[in-house]
């Protein structure tokens, strides 16, 4: 299975993006999904996932209420939908597709890896 991650780029603090992640295969449909993101010098951290159905999102604490995590498995792909960006969302963001069907929020639940998308907020 393969991940790729797109929708990355520079926006202004305040400005919103919207990044997708499209599986090659369907059997994903019946995984949970989820993005990490890693800063410079910093470690890989949960942003959002989401169970197989698109239900039960979660959310690290410092993106609650600004992003939004969803999917459309007829189209293999999931969204993060960001908005209020902040120069500390600046990172490659990841998407990843769990070992099972619920929303994981650790890293060892991932099984497959995109290959990451550039965030850069401009304060």
């Known amino acids: 299975v393969q991940l790729q991650a797109s929708g990355g780029g520079l926006v202004q603090a305040g400005g919103s993006l919207r990044l997708s992640c499209t599986a090659s295969?369907?059997?994903?449909?019946?995984?949970?999904m989820g993005w990490f993101r890693q800063a410079p010098g910093k470690e890989r951290e949960f942003v959002a996932a989401?169970?197989?159905?698109?239900?039960?999102?979660v959310y690290a604490d410092s993106v609650k209420g600004r992003f939004t995590i969803s999917r459309d498995n007829a189209k293999n792909t999931i969204y993060l939908q960001m908005n209020r960006l902040q120069a500390d969302d600046t990172a490659v963001y990841s998407c990843?597709?769990?070992?099972?069907?619920?929303?994981?929020?650790?890293?060892?639940?991932?099984?497959?890896w995109g290959q990451g998308t550039l965030v850069t907020v401009s304060s």
């Open positions: 295969a369907r059997t994903t449909s019946n995984n949970g």
């Open positions: 990843a597709a769990a070992r099972s069907s619920s929303s994981a929020t650790r890293f060892t639940s991932y099984q497959y």
């Open positions: 989401v169970n197989w159905r698109g239900g039960s999102p």
